[in-house]
């Protein structure tokens, strides 16, 4: 396990309360954000996001299954995150613990509240049929705020996907039919500071953390508060605000990046 | 200034023969002939060919001077990180005050820092640090900057003039562990100029006339801020 | 393995252009990540893998430790999505032989007396798959390796050969991995030419045995030519300046 020096937690903290980060950044400001797609040729839709050096891929692969009893005509959408060794020296191999978990899962909340995945239209044939989506994160390199960069490749991914309805003689290749993306915005606290996009020293000390989804609207779509410290309320308005500020320029160099 | 031909060499490249030439650290010898072993710098002079590595862990040599982050307090000694393939040993013993069995997180506890001395690396790489030496002690305050080891020496410089300059433009207090970890104290800008004309030295290393331009980027930001 | 309707050669030529005796697209890139003290990124056809070196360091848990010398742990991995039929993620047992088969090859080059009780951890991802992973993937770790300052006393490199329509050729792509005869995959140490893995599944008579490896060693020093030159372009251009 990689040890923090506690005077490394001191100097942050004496730094926040100066208004100042130790990369020089604002409070809500994100590092440089590289947005990549298509970056897999195997998988039906690819995007490769870094921020900062935090760097993750997700690839999308569809293929054809069985819907839910309970909702027959829809279609499937199913989300997992790896958290390899590759990306830290603090990730073990093995099946995934509670962090890959939780970060598979407030991804796929966040695509999933938004109806990001038209998932009534991927129905084949009602009951018996239907297209699977399966998201598929893997961290590459690990810096700091793995959920931004988690769910911005997804979306990215997502945008560029196309339902391979060749491959099964079903047709054309189609873009798959998607709605508005929300984006996540993470922000963490110590010290009575709250930071937007942690680097991995802030994520260190970190002693809670809040991860907003927004869409176009400025509506909120998912949350998640994680690590066992707390938040005000007056805290948590201001987070979704910068949230909502930072996911629309955000979502601007998506649309950019896939070429909307 | 003498110019020393800073060539690159990667494991497995020829370097010579034992016949003309001793083979010396970072190289291996077979067959009668020397190779270099690690990726890193070749310095041949007429006695000695050595590799110095460009990356990799600390590797522990006794006397070094060091920075180390207690990784866990036992009850007569402490294991302490100092970035080299193993944790070192810190001793009841080896410390300038009195503990008692048991009493050792009420002196250094996990992530304390400490400037340390290697004591003693044994054939199985065991180590040992020891605080009892001047100018060993305890860290408060300030900020750690992770360097690779190799970069050490040229962030020090030659009789530590790189080291002198930045002291001097920066009014930081300024400490190099030889294990590749920096402790830097002063105000917030200084430790700011620091840790990024560090970061210069690491990324131009091996360019030639590096101790110039750092001082004239220094002198003149010193200028900019009149 | 099988009749099929593809014609793997025509005019002398693979399905994808090649000669008999040619490699596919190789691209090398030393230093790619930021935590792992050493990488690789490499593309080999439509191969894609990205390698990590974390190490030397106390290996755990302290029952693996080796009193004498460091143990080398390779993990090989495919990601969900680098194959056409999504991959359940997790090693299956494919993943661990090559991960065992691969570390073997890794211990042969490594001087591992320098750090005993420590283990040197490669990571080996495959992100995009397309034949011959695990050669690529060896590739990368050796470059990984050196990147990582791992003492070495030779870069190891792999490639494969095997025999499609009774014609012994080097490298095999896609299609002819699934409809070809024989895959025969090694690794050497190109310094010395020994070898450090050899797996092979098929069907070949001695003497195309001796073709196929002849074949996959010479495709191995043209690896190991681009290995160097990715190592060395990272490292000189930090070099920079020149005499003032």
Not at chain 2, 102 to 116: F, P, Q
Request: glycine share 8%; hydrophobic share 40%.
């Amino acid at each position: 396990m990689t040890i923090t020096p506690s005077i490394k937690k001191e100097y942050l903290v004496n730094l926040a309360e100066n208004g100042k980060r130790s990369d020089g950044r604002k409070f809500d400001e994100f590092r440089k954000i590289s947005i990549e797609t298509g970056v897999i040729s195997k998988a039906e839709g690819s995007a490769r996001v870094k921020i900062g050096n935090t760097q993750v891929i997700s690839g999308i692969k569809m293929d054809i299954g069985e819907p839910y009893p309970d909702s027959p005509e829809s279609g499937v959408m199913t989300t997992a995150a790896e958290l390899i060794p590759l990306a830290s020296p603090d990730f073990e191999a093995g099946p995934p613990r509670e962090d890959a978990i939780e970060l598979a899962r407030v991804v796929d909340r966040g695509i999933r509240e938004s109806e990001l995945i038209e998932v009534d239209k991927l129905c084949i044939e009602p009951g018996e049929k239907v297209w699977m989506v399966f998201i598929d994160i893997h961290i590459l390199d690990f810096d700091g705020n793995l959920f931004d960069a988690a769910s911005l490749a997804s979306l990215a991914a997502l945008l560029t996907t196309n339902v391979p309805a060749e491959r099964f003689d079903l047709g054309e290749n189609y873009p798959l039919p998607l709605k508005e993306p929300p984006i996540s915005c993470t922000s963490v606290k110590y010290n009575g500071v709250v930071v937007m996009d942690p680097s991995l020293d802030e994520e260190e000390i970190a002693e809670a953390r809040l991860t907003v989804a927004t869409d176009i609207n400025g509506h909120l779509r998912a949350m998640q508060k994680g690590l066992n410290g707390s938040f005000s309320v007056d805290e948590i308005k201001k987070v979704i605000k910068a949230s909502i500020d930072n996911g629309r320029k955000i979502q601007e160099q998506l649309y950019k990046s896939v070429g909307k | 200034m003498s110019q020393e031909k800073r060539e690159i060499v990667i494991p497995s490249q020829l370097l010579g023969d034992i016949k003309n030439i001793k083979a010396g650290r970072g190289t291996f010898v077979e067959n009668g002939k020397i190779y270099a072993e690690v990726l890193g710098i070749l310095n041949k002079n007429s006695n000695y060919i050595n590799v110095t590595p460009l990356k990799g862990r600390y590797d522990p040599i006794e006397k070094d001077f060091v920075i180390g982050i207690v990784e866990e307090a036992m009850s007569s000694s402490w294991l302490v990180d100092i970035n080299a393939a193993y944790p070192a040993l810190l001793h009841v013993n080896e410390v300038p005050w009195d503990v008692d069995f048991g009493e050792t997180e009420r002196y250094l506890n996990y992530g304390d820092c400490i400037m340390a001395k290697v004591l003693q690396v044994d054939q199985e790489k065991k180590l040992q640090i020891t605080l009892k030496d001047r100018n060993l002690y305890k860290i408060k305050g300030g900020q750690i900057i992770n360097v690779e080891p190799s970069k050490v020496p040229r962030i020090i410089g030659k009789k530590g003039s790189m080291i002198s300059l930045l002291k001097k433009y920066t009014k930081c207090r300024i400490f190099v562990g030889q294990n590749g970890r920096i402790w830097v104290d002063g105000d917030d800008d200084g430790i700011k100029k620091v840790i990024n004309t560090i970061d210069m030295i690491e990324n131009e290393a091996l360019s030639y006339g590096l101790t110039n331009k750092i001082e004239e980027l220094l002198k003149k930001e010193a200028k900019d801020v009149h | 393995m099988n009749d099929t309707e593809i014609k793997l050669f025509e005019n002398g030529k693979r399905i994808d252009g090649r000669k008999p005796d040619e490699l596919r697209k190789i691209k090398i890139e030393a230093g790619v990540l930021h935590r792992a003290e050493g990488s690789c990124y490499l593309e080999w056809g439509g191969n894609k893998v990205i390698a990590a070196v974390y190490g030397p360091r106390e290996a755990i848990p302290r029952h693996t430790q080796n009193p004498l010398r460091a143990i080398v742990n390779a993990r090989y991995n495919m990601a969900a999505f680098s194959v056409d039929d999504r991959k359940r993620p997790g090693p299956d047992r494919r993943s661990r032989e090559i991960s065992k088969v691969i570390s073997e090859a890794l211990e042969n080059v490594i001087l591992l007396e320098r750090f005993p009780r420590a283990s040197i951890d490669v990571n080996i991802e495959v992100l995009d798959a397309e034949a011959g992973t695990r050669c690529a993937g060896l590739t990368a770790a050796g470059v990984a390796l050196v990147d990582a300052g791992i003492p070495m006393k030779d870069i190891p490199v792999a490639c494969a050969a095997g025999k499609i329509e009774n014609q012994v050729v080097l490298d095999l792509g896609k299609d002819e991995d699934n409809y070809g005869n024989a895959d025969l995959p090694i690794a050497i140490s190109p310094r010395t030419g020994e070898v450090l893995l050899l797996q092979m599944d098929g069907h070949l008579t001695l003497e195309e045995f001796d073709q196929a490896l002849d074949l996959a060693i010479k495709g191995c020093h043209i690896v190991s030519d681009i290995q160097k030159k990715a190592i060395t372009d990272k490292y000189q251009s930090v070099q920079g300046g020149t005499t003032q």
